[in-house]
């Protein structure tokens, strides 16, 4: 039997879902963290997957279709099946996977829900943390939850501000030039090492600002929505559909502008060289 068309989805219990799932696949991960490590390379020899991602995303994907079989999932590791519902998961089973390998606190499991094109909930799971970052469209976002919103901060030049670097060396020589002119126009620049945990810092105060070149639907799906229903902006810088050449960029409210123009040109930066 074919479940409802996305339109007429229960946000709370697919967030619900979600929530469930990242808390199971989060424990997972967290046994074996301390484990011996199968490495494989994918775009470069930096950009690595560990028998670990692929063991979380099979749970995911088993947990989802357990629940909701007719249903699309997109993953990191290959998942990949259409949609008859209207509703999609899209799913990074371990956002961070190098700190995950050095054995480093900062990483996560990122499950955001598209509904007919859209996203409508997610959940971004730290286990070492202990904290779940969740929303849903419309019903704002939480941390363990407690309701959250982003920073006040107003002044450029008092903005801590997260990034990313790229995988491949000479993407990052570009992205290090982009940090040495940003760097004297804010507070201070922070590096994680997982764009969705950069995007829930952002969205409850810990950060006032992000920017990154290069991610992907996956690090995004579920942390963006969290960033929007905290208050906060989180799209692309030419307001485009994300491509893997699209600088994602996410602010508190009063920095929006600022930020944007300092990422654009204001601050004598050619828009076209921010990686």
């Known amino acids: 039997m074919t479940a409802a068309p996305g339109g007429n989805a229960d946000l709370a219990a697919l967030g619900a879902l979600a929530e469930a799932i990242a808390r199971e696949a989060g424990a997972l991960l967290l046994d074996g963290f301390e484990g011996v490590r199968t490495v494989d390379l994918k775009s470069s020899p930096t950009d690595v997957v560990t028998e670990m991602d692929r063991a979380a995303e099979a749970l995911i994907v088993r947990r989802i279709l357990e629940a909701r079989p007719d249903d699309g999932i997109l993953g990191e590791e290959g998942a990949d099946r259409p949609s008859r519902t209207g509703v999609r998961w899209v799913i990074d089973p371990l956002d961070g996977t190098v700190n995950y390998l050095y054995r480093r606190p ?13 996203s409508s909930a997610g959940a971004v799971f730290a286990p070492v943390h202990d904290e779940l970052f969740a929303a849903t469209l419309g019903g704002g976002a939480t941390r363990n939850g407690r309701p959250i919103h982003v920073s006040s901060e107003a002044r450029i030049t008092h903005a801590l501000v997260g990034t990313g670097f790229g995988y491949e060396a000479a993407v990052r020589k ?31 105060g810990r950060l006032d600002a992000y920017y990154e070149r ?3 639907l996956w690090d995004i799906a579920a942390a963006g929505l969290v960033v929007r229903e905290a208050g906060g902006n989180a799209e692309t810088l030419d307001e485009a559909p994300l491509t893997t050449e699209s600088i994602w960029i996410g602010t508190n409210g009063p920095l929006y502008r600022d930020f944007r123009a300092l990422l654009g040109g204001a601050s004598g930066l050619d828009p076209r060289s921010v990686c």
């Open 214 to 216: 290069g991610v992907h």
């Open 106 to 118: 900062d990483w996560a499991v990122s499950i955001g829900v598209e509904v007919d094109g859209a």
């Open 174 to 204: 570009m992205q290090g030039a982009v940090v040495a002119r940003l760097i004297g126009e804010v507070r201070d620049i922070r590096r994680s090492g997982s764009a969705a945990l950069d995007l829930c810092a952002l969205a409850c």
